[in-house]
């Protein structure tokens, strides 16, 4: 498997499951890494949670682990531990998804790890960071969507707690975990120093949340609730046209002052004229542009506001992003072939001059590397004894 990109040359050891890890060590594998993801006889349990071309090729599965080469090893055994110690050996980094307790009692925690590769970049992916009381509790991207506050901000939106309709807190988790990751190997390149970094999803997740929530809760003594007024009005949704839904966002006073002359809509009076007024009463202003927006149909809606450069957009299904000219015009998708057929993957959404990444293959079939990987480690192992001689 070819590796290119700007991390071509690192080599990771992927003790992740699920997506928050995973979805990680994705990118660093789009990015040019060697990642070396380890599985249990059984396999990661994203191989069989949807369709599939295969049994334990679930499309969950394929997109999250991309390019990664999988070795399964039985931890429980001497010789799981033993093949695993050799891995570690010459790896950049070493990431797993396992909860303290869990990690520490097959021997693996960052001090054994460390005695062996000291300058190794170890990353915990955690529920709950461990110097908490909630640091052993199981965790889910719904029960952290849960507690980071996320049904209740959908609540205040909609009048009924719910989740948003993606795993965000495991893919926010994971991206959280790979700039930590990266930022800890920029500080090994200038020093030679390795270190651990653990990332808690919760904590990750009540971060996010709070960036515009914290608001008047941030300040002592305390200005208003943890609440941006904006973002939880229950107007704030897409507008109804006469054909269907549009988003817009006529939002500062330079779009606002376009907008309205364009229109001329009968309620636009000076109470709206500044951004501060219209922020104070954002659901009157929400729900007025609603019925200006049922006026017209979409496209009409679309060409104006485009002109005034103004954002909009459509409204777009899942099934839509496959056939987005923008998307297909950057080479977002990228086609791989695969022992299945051909897998179109949704692609990177970065873009390097000199060190572009890519996808750099399928995603592996369960173990389907663990000869060929143990045996890179042991002649590498070999060689490096003989120039030690």
């Known amino acids: 498997m070819e590796h290119t990109g700007p991390l071509s040359g690192v080599r990771v050891v992927d003790l992740t499951a699920m997506v928050m890890g995973p979805y990680c060590t994705q990118i660093l594998a789009d990015m040019g890494a060697d990642v070396v993801k380890i599985e249990t006889p059984a396999g990661d349990n994203t191989r069989y949670i949807s369709v599939g071309p295969e049994a334990a090729m679930a499309g969950v599965f394929v997109n999250v682990n991309r390019g990664k080469r999988s070795v399964v090893l039985d931890l429980r055994s001497e010789d799981g531990k033993t093949a695993l110690r050799e891995l570690i050996v010459d790896a950049d980094v070493f990431i797993h998804s396992m909860r303290g307790a869990a990690i520490t009692r097959l021997g693996f925690g960052y001090d054994e790890v460390a005695a062996i590769n000291p300058s190794i970049?170890?990353?915990?992916?955690?529920?709950?960071?461990?110097?908490?009381?909630?640091?052993?509790?199981?965790?889910?991207?719904?029960?952290?969507?849960?507690?980071?506050?996320?049904?209740?901000?959908?609540?205040?939106?909609?009048?009924?707690?719910?989740?948003?309709?993606?795993?965000?807190?495991?893919?926010?988790?994971?991206?959280?975990?790979?700039?930590?990751?990266?930022?800890?190997?920029?500080?090994?390149?200038?020093?030679?120093?390795?270190?651990?970094?653990?990332?808690?999803?919760?904590?990750?997740?009540?971060?996010?949340?709070?960036?515009?929530?914290?608001?008047?809760?941030?300040?002592?003594?305390?200005?208003?609730?943890?609440?941006?007024?904006?973002?939880?009005?229950?107007?704030?949704?897409?507008?109804?046209?006469?054909?269907?839904?549009?988003?817009?966002?006529?939002?500062?006073?330079?779009?606002?002052?376009?907008?309205?002359?364009?229109?001329?809509?009968?309620?636009?009076?000076?109470?709206?004229?500044?951004?501060?007024?219209?922020?104070?009463?954002?659901?009157?202003?929400?729900?007025?542009?609603?019925?200006?927006?049922?006026?017209?149909t979409t496209q009409e809606w679309l060409d104006l506001l485009w002109s005034l450069d103004i954002p909009a957009a459509p409204v777009n299904s899942l099934d839509d992003l496959f056939d987005n000219q923008h998307l297909d015009a950057v080479g977002f998708f990228q086609d791989v072939e695969t022992p299945n057929g051909t897998v179109r993957f949704p692609g990177s959404p970065v873009w390097f001059s000199s060190t572009p990444g890519r996808i750099a293959g399928p995603a592996p079939r369960l173990g389907a590397d663990t000869d060929d990987v143990l045996d890179e480690v042991r002649n590498r192992a070999t060689a490096q004894a003989e120039r030690n001689r």
Not at 153 to 164: F, K
Not at 188 to 194: A, I, M, N, V, Y
Not at 199 to 225: C, I, K, Q, R, S
Request: charged share 20%.
């Open 121 to 296: 970049v170890y990353t915990n992916c955690y529920g709950y960071g461990r110097r908490g009381p909630d640091a052993n509790r199981t965790a889910y991207d719904d029960t952290i969507q849960a507690e980071c506050g996320l049904p209740s901000v959908q609540e205040q939106l909609t009048g009924e707690a719910g989740y948003v309709g993606t795993i965000m807190a495991d893919k926010i988790g994971g991206m959280t975990a790979l700039y930590a990751t990266m930022m800890a190997l920029f500080h090994r390149e200038r020093t030679g120093e390795g270190q651990e970094v653990e990332v808690g999803m919760f904590e990750t997740m009540a971060a996010f949340m709070l960036v515009e929530h914290a608001n008047g809760a941030m300040f002592d003594p305390p200005l208003g609730p943890a609440a941006y007024p904006r973002a939880i009005s229950r107007n704030r949704k897409p507008y109804r046209t006469k054909d269907g839904h549009i988003s817009a966002l006529v939002y500062n006073d330079k779009q606002w002052t376009a907008f309205t002359e364009a229109v001329n809509p009968s309620w636009a009076g000076p109470e709206f004229a500044t951004l501060a007024q219209r922020a104070a009463q954002i659901d009157t202003v929400y729900a007025l542009l609603g019925d200006t927006f049922s006026e017209r």
